[in-house]
């Protein structure tokens, strides 16, 4: 099996190199990941300027690349750019949960689009920004993948957000909720802003919800769908 591992935090995320370490029990392994930070690049690509790629050591990996755009754009090296078909995408693990309408802005959630399109089966990987979540991910990310092979997930959907709590007490499918974080535009002197916020509970009823299912403390598997056609919309307005 050929695996192909990105991330939005940047190569320097000390989740990769775990992340390529756990993947290798199931095949070959590349990592391409952004130079830099790329959060909330959703799936854009940077088709106006050149793009510096350079492979790059990283702890445990055969072949590593760092791309200076966003995670999509590192999708589309490691096959159009390498000339190579995957089998496989891990996007992740993030450091922050990737939960409800922000899936749309999340460069986890992306890059996993990015695979799909090019028809590589694709997970993203999210856990919490606090101290030991990263630990607390790995430690139950056999489950996760056991959950995912006993139940054929990957043949039902080629796409998938998984978020992983720092403790869980199993494991929920769910669908996208609301919006996870309430934002503000936060002045920073002169004329400069910073966009920031913080996590908010909505209601908290709907365990169908991904971001009602990680507030009560399991871990939710979102199946998504890169085709944004609205589908029921469609085959009405044919009728018309």
Request: aromatic residues 10%.
């Amino acid at each position: 099996m050929r695996i192909l591992i990105t991330n939005d935090d940047g190569i320097a995320s000390p989740a990769l190199p775990r992340l390529a370490a756990w993947a290798r029990q199931f095949g070959e392994v590349t990592v391409v990941a952004p130079k830099r930070e790329q959060s909330g690049k959703s799936q854009s690509i940077d088709f106006y300027r050149e793009i510096e790629i350079k492979r790059v050591d990283l702890d445990g990996v055969t072949e590593a690349y760092a791309v200076d755009s966003t995670p999509a754009d590192c999708v589309r090296y490691a096959v159009i750019g390498l000339e190579r078909s995957y089998d496989l995408l891990f996007s992740g693990i993030n450091r922050g949960f990737n939960l409800g309408y922000d899936v749309a802005y999340s460069g986890t959630v992306g890059a996993v689009m990015e695979g799909a399109r090019f028809g590589i089966p694709s997970i993203a990987l999210s856990t919490d920004v606090t101290a030991g979540a990263f630990d607390a991910a790995f430690a139950q990310l056999d489950g996760v993948w056991a959950y995912f092979r006993e139940r054929d997930l990957l043949r039902v959907n080629d796409l998938y957000s998984v978020n992983i709590p720092v403790e869980s007490h199993g494991i929920r499918i769910t669908r996208r909720g609301y919006s996870f974080y309430a934002d503000r535009f936060e002045h920073r002197g002169n004329d400069m802003y910073a966009q920031v916020g913080e996590p908010v509970r909505g209601d908290v009823q709907d365990m169908d919800l991904d971001s009602n299912a990680v507030w009560n403390g399991y871990i939710s598997i979102t199946p998504l769908t890169a085709d944004k056609t609205d589908l029921i919309a469609f085959e009405a307005l044919k009728e018309k």
